[in-house]
T-cell receptor, first 115, second 116 residues
Framework: AQKITQTQPGMFVQEKEAVTLDCTYDTSDQSYGLFWYKQPSSGEMIFLIYQGSYDEQNATEGRYSLNFQKARKSANLVISASQLGDSAMYFCAMGANTGFQKLVFGTGTRLLVSP | DADVTQTPRNRITKTGKRIMLECSQTKGHDRMYWYRQDPGLGLRLIYYSFDVKDINKGEISDGYSVSRQAQAKFSLSLESAIPNQTALYFC???????????????FGPGTRLTVL
């Protein structure tokens, strides 16, 4: 069975600074995908970034990058140059089985960006 | 217009009532999912469907049923609602794996359900 662990219930960062949100995972699958979603206070789930288990390079999407360390089973999200609008809940998720169609989510990290 | 819509957006009901949450999508995806979100627990999968004739139980299907009326519609029912089913419910869709290198799930706006 797959499991995602996010050990930081809350994180604080000042505007324009970088922040790392931790995510570790457990799976016996050789092929899997890791996802990060953002949930602002309005409630919707917004896809941010994806990393495949066979991808050799860390994924990047604008200010988001995923620090993928396969041997350590970690997939940390790095947000550079934080903005006030980055304040939200962030969820790490793993795609299980072929096609990564069933997502298992972590419990989330609440990020607060201060001016 | 939103690609994944959910109705109602908010619902308050009483214990023992039957309630249906509806999800529609215009993304053309054949795969649809229902999740519930509880504070401190993240999202948990209730049911998923890979096409109209394929329905599968997820992690927490007890007390719920689903209906896939068409490729674009996937409904979640609570036959006899109970207070611990109070939660935020999300519908999501995804494309099959042969349509891209990865398949993120696209979420609807959520339905906030309160069972008194």
């Amino acid at each position: 069975a797959q499991k995602i662990t996010q050990t930081q219930p809350g994180m604080f960062v000042q505007e324009k600074e970088a922040v790392t949100l931790d995510c570790t995972y457990d799976t016996s699958d050789q092929s899997y995908g890791l996802f990060w979603y953002k949930q602002p206070s309005s409630g919707e789930m917004i896809f941010l970034i994806y990393q495949g288990s066979y991808d050799e390079q860390n994924a990047t999407e604008g200010r988001y990058s995923l620090n993928f360390q396969k041997a350590r089973k970690s997939a940390n999200l790095v947000i550079s140059a934080s903005q006030l609008g980055d304040s939200a809940m962030y969820f790490c998720a793993m795609g299980a089985n072929t096609g990564f169609q069933k997502l298992v989510f972590g419990t989330g990290t609440r990020l607060l960006v201060s001016p | 217009d939103a690609d994944v819509t959910q109705t109602p957006r908010n619902r308050i009901t009483k214990t023992g009532k039957r309630i249906m949450l509806e999800c529609s999508q215009t993304k053309g995806h054949d795969r649809m999912y229902w999740y519930r979100q509880d504070p401190g627990l993240g999202l948990r999968l209730i049911y998923y469907s890979f096409d109209v004739k394929d329905i599968n139980k997820g992690e927490i299907s007890d007390g719920y049923s689903v209906s896939r009326q068409a490729q674009a519609k996937f409904s979640l029912s609570l036959e006899s609602a109970i207070p611990n089913q109070t939660a935020l419910y999300f519908c999501a869709t995804s494309a099959p794996p042969d349509r891209g290198p990865y398949n993120e799930q696209f979420f609807g706006p959520g339905t906030r359900l309160t069972v008194l």
